[in-house]
């Protein structure tokens, strides 16, 4: 029995050195003070791989997020450089038709409309003048043509041997 008891006590002198072993490892390994007994350097092992495995998973859905946005971003990077293609090609073409109008190319947009809503202005009068010529102007040119011709031909008879000079000339 002695010799089971002696058997017993170095089995718990080596299980005591390998929990010594064991928490001098953890404690060196978590950093922890020296003086931290093995179930708090456990629980406190336990807490930074609770933490680990948390940020892992954070990180995996972050790493997901990314992997998405970079695939999402190809297309946006396509359109984005069409897009400026386009621009581009618009704004040679506008410069272009302002030269072409005799606009210099470096015409402010506002400027342009201003000159435009001017322009069309003056087609307004414009048309106006035409309409008054032919409503109002032409129709008196001719009662005014014809009266010149009947005053002309009562000349002629009240008067038929007055010089050419004496009678009355149109004006067109």
């Given at each position: 029995?002695?010799?089971?008891?002696?058997?017993?006590?170095?089995?718990?002198?080596?299980?005591?050195?390998?929990?010594?072993?064991?928490?001098?490892?953890?404690?060196?390994?978590?950093?922890?003070?020296?003086?931290?007994?093995?179930?708090?350097?456990?629980?406190?092992?336990?807490?930074?791989?609770?933490?680990?495995?948390?940020?892992?998973?954070?990180?995996?859905?972050?790493e997901t997020q990314i992997q998405?946005?970079?695939?999402?971003?190809?297309?946006?990077?396509?359109?984005?450089?069409?897009?400026?293609?386009?621009?581009?090609?618009?704004?040679?073409?506008?410069?272009?038709?302002?030269?072409?109008?005799?606009?210099?190319?470096?015409?402010?947009?506002?400027?342009?409309?201003?000159?435009?809503?001017?322009?069309?202005?003056?087609?307004?009068?414009?048309?106006?003048?035409?309409?008054?010529?032919?409503?109002?102007?032409?129709?008196?040119?001719?009662?005014?043509?014809?009266?010149?011709?009947?005053?002309?031909?009562?000349?002629?008879?009240?008067?038929?041997?007055?010089?050419?000079?004496?009678?009355?000339?149109?004006?067109?």
């Amino acid at each position: 029995m002695l010799a089971r008891r002696q058997t017993a006590e170095n089995q718990l002198q080596a299980l005591h050195q390998r929990v010594e072993a064991l928490r001098q490892a953890l404690t060196d390994r978590l950093a922890l003070p020296a003086t931290t007994r093995l179930d708090d350097g456990l629980r406190q092992a336990r807490e930074r791989l609770e933490t680990a495995q948390r940020i892992a998973g954070q990180r995996s859905t972050l790493e997901t997020q990314i992997q998405d946005a970079q695939r999402r971003l190809v297309p946006l990077q396509t359109a984005l450089t069409e897009a400026e293609s386009q621009w581009q090609e618009w704004q040679q073409a506008w410069q272009a038709a302002l030269a072409e109008a005799g606009h210099e190319a470096t015409l402010p947009v506002e400027q342009l409309e201003t000159r435009l809503a001017r322009m069309q202005d003056i087609q307004t009068l414009l048309a106006q003048m035409d309409s008054l010529r032919a409503d109002d102007i032409e129709p008196l040119q001719s009662a005014l043509d014809s009266w010149i011709r009947h005053a002309r031909t009562l000349a002629d008879q009240l008067m038929p041997d007055a010089p050419a000079d004496m009678s009355p000339r149109t004006s067109h």
